[in-house]
Structure formats: C-alpha cells, structure tokens
C-alpha cells in the first residue's frame, strides 16, 4: 500500500503570496489532519477532515484553510503569507479516528520557505 | 499554553545505555498516550502507545511507564543503538469532534554514540 504523499515536497514563496499543498492519504483512509512542524514550536495540528467535513480545528488564524475531496485526497492553503509561516507541514491519514488506538501515518511533508 | 510538556530537549547516550524521556500533561481528559519517531527527512511514526487503565507497555526495547495520579509518562528505550537516533515526540490525545487528534510535546533529540 502507497503511503501519504504530499506534493510539493519543497517550495519557496514570497512575503504576500499564497499557497496551496496537496495531500494523498492512504487508500481507504477518510480521515486527514494537517500539522505544522517549526523547530520552535513543534508539532502543531491545523485541521481534520473526514467525509469532506472539517471536523477539528487548530488555533491557527483564518488564513489557513483546507478542503477534501469525495476521493479523500485533501489540500491546504496558506494566504497572504508570512516568514513565520515558514515550516514543514505535514499530512496525516487514519483509517478509524474515532478510535483510541487508531494509527495516524504521517506523510514526508512540504516544506515551505517565506522570503 | 502548552499542555504536553517534554523534557529534555536534547539527549546525548552511548550505545548500550538507557534513553528516558519524560513527558508530562494538565488535562486529566486525554486518554491515549503514543510516542512517535521522526528520521531525518521523514515524517513522525507511531513507536509505541498507552492507555491510562495501564502503567507499563513493553515492545522490544521500548517501554512506556505511565503515572496517572503524577499526570506523568516517560519513554525508556533499552540498549540504545546509533539507529535509535532521532527526534521523539510524546502525545496525548482525546477524542474531540468524532476524532482522537494527538497534542504533542515540543520533541527530544536523541544521539546514540556508537
């Protein structure tokens, strides 16, 4: 089974601009979360989709946002950008959230640099 | 304010000795507690997980020791090899909105020194 793939792997944007990352879950996962990994502040969770359904949300202000497919495959978009939006962000799959011993795989990451 | 509390930072073990991790958290509402790796270039993956109804979990060389009255739970990887060498993230994790979204530590950086 293929894992998490995120796309692109590595990006350089501008101070303004906006960006999007893509995300393909394991097959057969409806559950994808986003994470954004800085070396000051660790690993932080941005949202959760299930069913196309934005059930949890990060404290993360409303320049972050994201979407899922009907084939799961979600995207996350990052407006009007910052340095300190600089990170690696990661996407997540699960087969069963609601479950307290369910396994979440982590993707490679995007990692995304400000200028 | 940071609800998942790890130390230390960074640690520094010769092969063959123990690594521990400490972890500590504040809201008695998380009910599972997994420990995830991270190489290099890599995303986290889940090395080994708890349950507050137990204060031990062995698997190979890792075990995970769990105080629920200390709000407190540690990592100890036994034997420690240079390919233990990694960041490790505790956790804590409720179930919020149908799903269980884990809450992590700030990390540890372990060297293994052959």
């Known amino acids: 089974k293929a894992g998490v793939t995120q796309t692109p792997r590595y990006l350089i944007k501008t101070r303004g601009q906006q960006v999007t990352l893509s995300c393909s879950p394991i097959s057969g996962h409806r559950s994808v979360s986003w994470y954004q990994q800085t070396p000051g502040q660790g690993l932080q969770f941005l949202f959760e989709y299930f069913s196309e359904t934005q059930r949890n949300k990060g404290n993360f202000p409303g320049r972050f946002s994201g979407r899922q497919f009907s084939n799961s495959r979600s995207e996350m978009n990052v407006s009007t950008l910052e340095l300190g939006d600089s990170a690696l962000y990661l996407c997540?799959?699960?087969?069963?959230?609601?479950?307290?011993?369910?396994?979440?795989?982590f993707g490679e990451g995007s990692w995304l640099t400000v200028v | 304010q940071q609800q998942v509390k790890q130390s230390p930072q960074s640690l520094i073990v010769q092969k063959g000795g123990i690594s521990i991790i400490n972890c500590a958290y504040e809201n008695t509402a998380f009910d599972y507690f997994p420990w995830y790796q991270q190489f290099p270039g890599k995303g986290p993956a889940l090395l080994i997980a708890?349950?507050?109804?137990?204060s031990e979990k062995k698997e190979g060389r890792f075990t995970i020791s769990f105080n629920k009255s200390a709000k407190q739970f540690s990592l100890h990887i036994m034997d420690s090899q240079p390919g233990d060498s990694a960041t490790y993230f505790c956790?804590?994790?409720?179930?919020?909105?149908?799903?269980?979204?884990?809450?992590f530590g700030r990390g540890t950086s372990l060297i293994v020194h052959p």
């Open positions: 708890i349950r507050p109804d137990v």
């Open positions: 997540a799959s699960s087969p069963d959230p609601g479950t307290a011993g369910n396994t979440i795989y």
């Open positions: 956790a804590a994790s409720v179930r919020t909105g149908g799903s269980y979204i884990p809450t």
